[in-house]
Every structure is written in structure tokens, then in C-alpha cells.
């Protein structure tokens, strides 16, 4: 019979993440994975300190939350020589080419791929060598940003949609597989359409759903100066709340987040340190 310890959840005091004690990456069951994932669903973030695993592990696990999906930067930049489900993220260079995705610089507030029709559910985060400071991640619950919305600003947003545009990404950048637009009104770019505020498809709560940029983003049926206007409000809502998580990196550590319900974002670290980061991603379903 196995012998393990009792899973636990302690939560830190933004409300937005809590760390995982008890799961043992080498020996778990059916029953250890519904706990992990009852605390996934009601915190938004989990973390696990200093763990030990391998690639083949961390894919295991990654697993059992979901079919894998690919990242668009595992087929540019981000791929992994072994592990086609994992993005390497890391700013190292080899034979003068970035052996990883997103480099040393700042990523500003997201969601992941906000612009796909049925954006992932999940992401597994380890790290495997990070820099002595900066490349922190932080994390929001939109749950909260939801909940906490002023009331009138709730009212103008109930029952919208929110249209992003999938041609370029916030960099300017073509996305991959996309044409060039003729039109200079984005509204007319490919794109796709999402709820202003998704019900999560397991726990039945509604969080704001921003995506990754105001730009190129609209609220249907509103003239684009209204748009804007109320998009900027819902930003600086959402962002500069006080629940937010702070990680900062030890080697081992994994970050794993519900995509369905929370941003994040990190800091730029030193150019001159190495910092690699391998991620799992899991499908998910379209918003609702």
C-alpha cells in the first residue's frame, strides 16, 4: 500500500496563489492528482518549492490537466530538441542563434494566446536556471478584477464581446501564418471574438477576460472611443489592484496557473545571466 503525506494547500496573502506541500513528483496516484487540481481551480495559481523533476516528469504531470497544446513560439524560436510539448523559454544563444523564446525582456500583463479561438486552460512553469535578480512572475486573479469592477462599470460591460485581432502581435510582428491586413481599421483584421467576462468552464465563476493588449482590441457594438475609454478603465482596474503574487525564481520551482482566470506578467532580468525555463501548456475550452 502506498504511504504519503497529506496534500495541502498554503495560501499567501494576495489570495492569488498558494504553494502545494505533500505531492510527491515520483510517487502519486489518481487521488493525489484530483487534490492537486481541486486546489488549481480554487486559487488560480499553485506553486511547487525546489522541486527535482525531469523533463519526462514534468510532461507526465502535465498530463493529467489536459491535452498538450503547442505554443506558437515552439514553432519559431521556443522548441524543445526532444520534448515537442515543451517551450524552452531562456535567453541563451547558440551558434549565434536564441536557443529559447522571449529572451531577457519585460512581458507585460496577459493572458496566454488571448487570441485564439479556444485558449489553453493551463501552464506548467519550472525553472532550470534562473539569474541571482529580476525575472520575476507576477500574478492576478481576474476573478477578483471581476468581482471588485465598480458597479456602474459592471453594468456597461455585461453581456459584451471583446474582439481581438490575430494578425500582429504586440511587438508589431506578423503573426505566424497571417497575411498582411489592407484595411487600416483593425476591426476588419482576422481575428477572434470572446466574452468581455467568461464563466469558467469547472467552476462556474465569471472573470474579466482583457486578453493581452488594448490594442487591437474592441468592444463590439461600441464606437471605438467608448471602447477605448472603458478598456482603459478595466485595465488600470485589473492591474493595479493589490492582489497580485510575486515569484521570485529558485531553480526547481514550478508555477502552474489557470489561463481561464488570471494575467500575468515579468519582469526584464541582466542580459549577461543565463535564466531557462521549460513549460507545459494544456488545451482548454472556448470562453463562454
Known amino acids: ?59 507526465k504531470f502535465s498530463r493529467h490537466f489536459g491535452e498538450f497544446v503547442i505554443h506558437p513560439k515552439q514553432l519559431q524560436e521556443g522548441g524543445h530538441p526532444s520534448h515537442p510539448e515543451i517551450l524552452v523559454i531562456s535567453n541563451s544563444m547558440k551558434d549565434g542563434k536564441p536557443s529559447g523564446a522571449m529572451g531577457n525582456s519585460e512581458a507585460t500583463w496577459h493572458t496566454d494566446t488571448w487570441f485564439y479561438e479556444r485558449p489553453p486552460a493551463g501552464a506548467i512553469l519550472r525553472a532550470i536556471k534562473v539569474p541571482p535578480s529580476g525575472g520575476d512572475t507576477y500574478f492576478l486573479s481576474t476573478y477578483i478584477a471581476y468581482e471588485t469592477l465598480p458597479v456602474a462599470l459592471k453594468a456597461a460591460i455585461d453581456g459584451r464581446q471583446i474582439f481581438f485581432q490575430n494578425v500582429y502581435d504586440k511587438t508589431g510582428k506578423i503573426r505566424l501564418g497571417k497575411a ?58 485589473t492591474t493595479n489592484g493589490s492582489d497580485v503574487f510575486v515569484q521570485s525564481w529558485d531553480e526547481g520551482d514550478i508555477m502552474m496557473w489557470d489561463n481561464r482566470c488570471t494575467m500575468h506578467r515579468r519582469d526584464s532580468f541582466d542580459p549577461s545571466f543565463v535564466r531557462v525555463m521549460h513549460r507545459t501548456t494544456t488545451s482548454g475550452e472556448r470562453p463562454i
Open 1 to 59: 500500500m502506498l504511504t504519503r503525506e497529506k496534500i495541502t494547500a498554503i495560501q499567501h496573502d494576495s489570495n492569488v496563489c498558494a504553494d502545494i506541500v505533500g505531492f510527491d513528483f515520483d510517487r502519486y496516484d489518481e487521488r493525489d492528482i484530483k487534490e492537486v487540481r481541486k486546489y488549481w481551480l480554487q486559487y488560480g495559481v499553485i506553486r511547487f518549492k525546489h522541486t527535482r523533476i525531469t523533463d519526462d516528469q514534468q510532461v
Open 180 to 237: 498582411e491586413p489592407i484595411s487600416r481599421d483593425f476591426r476588419e483584421w482576422s481575428g477572434v471574438v470572446h466574452p468581455l467576462v467568461r464563466t469558467h468552464g469547472e467552476t462556474g465563476r465569471k472573470a474579466l477576460y482583457l486578453g493581452g493588449t488594448s490594442e487591437g482590441a474592441w468592444i463590439v457594438g461600441m464606437s471605438i472611443e467608448e471602447s477605448n475609454a472603458i478598456l482603459a478603465e478595466l485595465w488600470d482596474h
